[in-house]
């Protein structure tokens, strides 16, 4: 089961959220630990990211499967976040 890490971007991005939509975007980042690429995800053309919905918001994040692990780069609404 890979891991998931928060880069400091989306670190940063969480603190600035209000609480309910950092529960319900929090559950969907634990839940890339046991499927990384969920149904709904979609593969990003442009830096070989991938991303996944969370009501408004976007969790733009990339895969390193030989390494087992996901990297959680931005969580931004859906107005910035392909920005």
Do not use: C, N, Q
């Amino acid at each position: 089961m890979p891991e998931v890490y928060l880069l400091p971007a989306a670190r940063r991005d969480l603190d600035s959220l209000e609480k309910a939509d950092w529960t319900r975007i929090r559950a969907r980042i634990l839940a890339l630990a046991a499927d990384p690429r969920p149904a709904g995800s979609l593969k990003l053309s442009g830096d070989g990211g991938y991303r996944v919905r969370a009501g408004d918001f976007r969790i733009l994040y990339r895969i390193a499967d030989e390494a087992g692990k996901v990297f959680v780069y931005r969580v931004k609404h859906r107005r910035e976040a392909y920005r």
